[in-house]
């Protein structure tokens, strides 16, 4: 069984950064894509970022393209998604989720997170 445990989310101002973490167990975390999507209230799960097994390739959606850095440590099963020049419409709930082959289609992906909340104060 794989599980993801997110964390770094809270409350910040908009400009400010946030950093957040996402540690695997279960299976070796390098067979795994990794992806980060977050919602917002009222809206559809949408996709944030995604990266490959050993750290290639990257993609981004439009929204956060510049301002947000995926990354992963395969040595301690852990990715990252760092967070700058953070704005109010980033406010949503953020997901890890790890897959054999997924991209940025939430359906592609097997196993979640239980997610952590950021919210950005204007």
């Known amino acids: 069984q794989v599980q993801l445990v997110e964390s770094g989310g809270g409350l910040v101002q908009a400009g400010g950064s946030l950093r957040l973490s996402c540690v695997v167990s279960g299976r070796t975390f390098s067979s795994y894509v990794m992806g980060w999507f977050r919602q917002a209230p009222g809206k559809e799960r949408e996709f944030v970022a995604v990266?490959?097994?050993?750290?290639?390739?990257?993609i981004y959606a439009n929204s956060v393209k510049g301002r947000f850095t995926i990354s992963r440590d395969n040595a301690l099963n852990s990715g990252y998604l760092q967070m700058n020049s953070l704005k109010p419409e980033d406010t949503a709930v953020y997901y890890c989720a790890a897959s054999e082959g997924g991209r940025t289609q939430d359906y592609e992906y097997d196993y979640w997170g239980q997610g952590t909340q950021v919210t950005v104060s204007s």
């Open positions: 990266i490959g097994f050993y750290g290639r390739p990257t």
